[in-house]
T-cell receptor, first 115, second 109 residues
Framework: EADIYQTPRYLVIGTGKKITLECSQT?????MYWYQQDPGMELHLIHY???????EKGDLSSESTVSRIRTEHFPLTLESARPSHTSQYLC??????????????FGPGTRLTVL | AQRVTQPEKLLSVFKGAPVELKCNYS??????LFWYVQYSRQRLQLLLR??SRESIKGFTADLNKGETSFHLKKPFAQEEDSAMYYC???????????FGGGTRLMVKP
């Protein structure tokens, strides 16, 4: 079934740890995105990718990094987690295009808490 | 730069009352506007897009370029409409979305 998967769904970790948030999609989409969302707040784009070996930073500066080695996989890594990284992280994907083809599909999110 | 503003963080109405969630944007070109919705414990999903001129679950939204607004309306709110609603804009780059801060709609019985 075509879907977007994010693991883990919840993560509580100590300061200084390296973490990787996984995002995979079986939608066959080329474009993928990472958003950061604080509770009740707007979504901020932190990374996006147009395809394999393509990664760009989004509007919100982030200390995280991403990679896109496979079309279906877009992991996000924090080398050294800090309490300021506590947030919800949403992964999304879309087909290239505008108009009626312009729709982003979202994963269930990873809620990260850094102690 | 593109920006989306949703002035109300919380909107509370009674069942059967009309609903209007406000959205204003700033963008120098011709934008594509969207409303996304997130129901409790569910994923963020597209509700409707202005280009399709559609009505979804009784909701409609009209793009007013003069007032740079894209307000979401429903004549009679239902309890199941309670959710977080986000207005979003896609500009010249296509696909890239700028989201507003969101409005939580609570429909009371």
């Amino acid at each position: 079934e075509a879907d977007i998967y994010q693991t883990p769904r919840y993560l509580v970790i100590g300061t200084g740890k390296k973490i990787t948030l996984e995002c995979s999609q079986t939608m066959g989409h080329d474009k993928m995105y990472w958003y950061q969302q604080d509770p009740g707040m707007e979504l901020h784009l932190i990374h996006y990718s147009y395809g394999v070996n393509s990664t760009e930073k989004g509007d919100l500066s982030s200390e995280s990094t991403v990679s896109r080695i496979r079309t279906e996989h877009f992991p996000l890594t924090l080398e050294s987690a800090r309490p300021s990284h506590t947030s919800q992280y949403l992964c999304a994907s879309s087909v290239p295009g505008s108009g009626v083809y312009n729709e982003q599909f979202f994963g269930p999110g990873t809620r990260l808490t850094v102690l | 730069a593109q920006r989306v503003t949703q002035p109300e963080k919380l909107l509370s109405v009674f069942k059967g009352a009309p609903v209007e969630l406000k959205c204003n944007y700033s963008y120098s070109g011709s934008p594509e506007l969207f409303w996304y919705v997130q129901y409790s414990r569910q994923r963020l999903q597209l509700l409707l897009r202005h280009i399709s001129r559609e009505s979804i679950k009784g909701f409609t939204a009209d793009l007013n370029k003069g007032e740079t607004s894209f307000h979401l309306k429903k004549p009679f709110a239902q309890e199941e409409d309670s959710a977080m609603y986000y207005c979003a804009l896609s500009g010249i780059t296509g696909n890239m979305l700028t989201f507003g801060g969101g409005t939580r709609l609570m429909v009371k019985p």
